[in-house]
């Protein structure tokens, strides 16, 4: 695990500040081509997605509103609760402001992917069609790579759906099934195989029904996960309505003058707080990405850039709303540099050992043969410490009530403790940092004890993280679906799906930490082939940007929206007459 945790940290060095560019870069000029389009065009997306100019004959599997909740459904999750809090544990407050940014930029990206995909996207096989699950069209990048760019550019198209199908195994599963094992594991000691095998169950009951079943679970899910989530924040805001506005003066000081996080390398570590919270920012929207296009293309019409301007509405409602509140109550209620109570299983895959300090930032350290502790402090205090979460715990005790403080020897390889007297341990206690949603959970839970609703928020957290979880995985296993559906056929979609399971299960118990890492990995493979596509395409995209919007088409969609409306009053009044 440690080569592999060595190998993933050399790729993440490597790509993660081509991502940086490539994205932010792709999103400047994106907005500067299509004359800022996510401000001029913002309200029309939202038109669009009310219904008002749905046509139920037009070409598709689901509605623009079905649609854009299974894109949200992927991207208004465990990035909104579990990324915003590790981007600030590792590159503090500042670090919120760049997924601020990369939001803004990624609503003109992401209005461009589901334009394009919409325009490229094909039927599925007639003969095939009866197969529910497989759909009636397949689009994404991998079919706007190949259509638009040329039969050259196939093999690039093949590797973004190869790697995209990777992506959906890890980041928009593996992650998801992390998340919630690690938080019914830090609440209630449940064991993280448990877990994986109960949400891999939910979420294969319900992709297997295909897209139009998870269009409809998405469909529900979504609006009432967003809305508790969003109010038990705006209680816990309102109750520190006083250190809102310092907060986010924090924020934005931060992001130029960083003083990094609690696990980050340090004061005044620019890089790292702009890259985290960029990298956080698309894994929490996933503009650029490649994914939520795959989701668009299934919508009903026929009209591509009708899909784009609902789908530019995702970035700002997933981290302009979602991940600003989150970061809100994190900051506003102290909890991201807190330490609190903790039990320390020595087996548990989020323990580690690190050198450095508060002050100066931490940094991994391998294991030493063994550690010698008097009162529950390291006896040589140049030597490595026990960390939590990548940050040191100060002191070490034996008891949970931390009474009695720990003096002996700590055995990191055989993951025990002895003391003086003799007595073995497989666990001792101390306060340590929180991270990824348990983090997110200490806000909640610090936020709302004033009116003696603290441990609501504990568990508001936990059903949002479970039920976010659950319907990200299920959009993303359709993402996976159609990329090996690309790649090998209608075929190979039931095996993936069977692979997706697994995957999901195998998330669960692993760290926390290793997930995250292979995920931004995977991340940055899918985004950079497809913002280069978005940037060669922007013709085509400025072509039919300006063909739509000159046309209006959407009258003739609302005329049709109406009569089929008053077509169906008419039918209920018929009913009613006739009984």
Known sequence: MELLDQIISALNSYLTPVLVVALLGTGVYLTLRLGFVQFRRFWHGILVTSGRYDDPDEPGDVSHFEALNTALSATVGIG????????????????????????????????SEVSLAQHYRVSVNPEVGKRVWAGTVAGGPMYYIEKGLGKRWKPIAMFFAFMLMLTSLMTGNAVQANTVATELN?????????????????????????????GRVTSLLVPVMAAIYILAALVVLGLHLGDVGSSFARIVTEAFNPTAGVAGTGVGVFLTTMTYGVQRGLFSN???????PIAHSAAKTDEPVSEGSVALLEPFIDTIVVCTMTALVIVVTGAYDARVETTLNLNNPNIGYVEGSDAEGYTSAPPPEALDFREGFPVDESEVFLAYHDVAVPQLFTDAEQTESFTGTLFPEAEAAETDGGQRLEALYGNAVRTSSPLTSLGFQRGLEP??????????????????????????????????NYLFGINAIVPYKAVFLIFHFIGAVLAVTTIWSIGDVALSLV????????????????????????????LENEAVQKRVREEKKGKKGGSADAS
């Not at 503090?92 to 992401?110: D, E, H, N, Q, S």
């Not at 659950?470 to 993303?476: L, V």
């Not at 082939?529 to 959407?554: E, G």
Request: one cysteine or more; a positive charge; hydrophobic letters at 55%.
């Open 186 to 214: 830090n609440m209630f000691g449940i064991a993280t195989w448990i877990t994986g095998l109960l949400t891999a169950s939910i979420v294969g009951v319900v992709i297997i029904g295909g897209i139009k079943r998870i």
């Open 286 to 292: 996933e503009a650029g990405q490649g994914s939520a």
């Open 451 to 484: 009116v003696g609703l603290g441990d609501f928020g504990r568990y508001m957290v936990l059903i949002s993280v479970f039920l976010f979880a659950i319907s990200t995985s299920i959009s993303w296993s359709y993402y996976g679906d159609r990329c090996a």
């Open 527 to 554: 985004t950079i082939p497809n913002v280069l596509a978005l940037v060669l395409l922007s013709p085509v995209l400025a072509k039919i940007t300006k063909s739509y919007f000159n046309r209006a088409p959407w």
């Open 80 to 111: 909104n609760i579990a990324g915003v809090a590790l981007a600030i544990h590792i590159g503090g407050p500042g670090a919120v402001f760049w997924m601020w940014v990369t939001a803004l930029l990624g609503m003109a990206t992401k209005y």
